[in-house]
T-cell receptor, first 111, second 115 residues
Framework: QQPVQSPQAVILREGEDAVINCSSS?????VHWYRQKHGEAPVFLMI?????EQKGHEKISASFNEKKQQSSLYLTASQLSYSGTYFC????????????FGQGTELSVKP | EPEVTQTPSHQVTQMGQEVILRCVPI?????FYWYRQILGQKVEFLVS????????KSEIFDDQFSVERPDGSNFTLKIRSTKLEDSAMYFC?????????????FGPGTRLTVT
């Protein structure tokens, strides 16, 4: 069963912050975040393992709430280059490395 | 920086024809994957491959699909008899280790158009 992302789309002005959520109804082993620009391959951002950790990558960070089976991606002080579609991919417990992707969140950053 | 490569970048084929999509994973990676993305939709898992055999496959990966690692570097996806609905972007990915704890690096994709 695929994870559910919210919101479906968001428009920001440069410098604004955004949060993208990813929820699963199944027990998760890990959550992977990717950004995809139009016509390009998904680019890996970060991975979070069960255990409720938080990670950061420049001005992009993420958390994983194991109790809620939910991950959130935080984009702070957004830049034009942040525009794209963000996908979370989840790996369930006992499911090897198979990534099940959410439907994506389209982020547009305007000057 | 090492990267996953895929050929061709675009393949046009007629319905019923066989196609082979090729991938060269990152050299020291052990786990290989194929995903596909129909235009405007999410990325969908097709198959994972480790130690020269399929680890997992999705419902999409039926008898028309097969994967092979013919040598130490290439990883191929074959579609025996293409259908219109096979038109999509196909991504190969590789990972150093498996079990979902390690990042998967995606190749640039092959756009398959079935006419």
């Amino acid at each position: 069963q695929q994870p559910v992302q919210s919101p479906q789309a968001v428009i920001l002005r440069e410098g604004e912050d955004a949060v993208i959520n990813c929820s699963s109804s199944k027990a998760l082993y890990s959550v992977h975040w990717y950004r995809q620009k139009h016509g390009e391959a998904p680019v890996f951002l970060m991975i979070l393992l069960k255990g409720g950790e938080q990670k950061g990558h420049e001005k992009i960070s993420a958390s994983f709430n194991e109790k809620k089976q939910q991950s959130s991606l935080y984009l702070t002080a957004s830049q034009l280059s942040y525009s794209g579609t963000y996908f979370c991919g989840t790996v369930g417990s006992n499911q090897g490395g198979k990534l099940i992707f959410g439907q994506g969140t389209e982020l547009s950053v305007k000057p | 920086e090492p990267e996953v490569t895929q050929t061709p970048s675009h393949q046009v084929t007629q319905m019923g024809q066989e196609v082979i999509l090729r991938c060269v994973p990152i050299s020291n990676h052990l786990y290989f994957y194929w995903y596909r993305q129909i235009l405007g939709q999410k990325v969908e898992f097709l198959v994972s491959f480790y130690n020269n055999e399929i680890s997992e496959k999705s419902e999409i990966f039926d008898d028309q699909f097969s994967v092979e690692r013919p040598d130490g570097s290439n990883f191929t996806l074959k579609i025996r008899s293409t259908k219109l609905e096979d038109s999509a972007m196909y991504f190969c990915a590789s990972s150093g280790l498996g079990q979902g704890a390690y990042e998967q690096y995606f190749g640039p994709g092959t756009r398959l158009t079935v006419t």
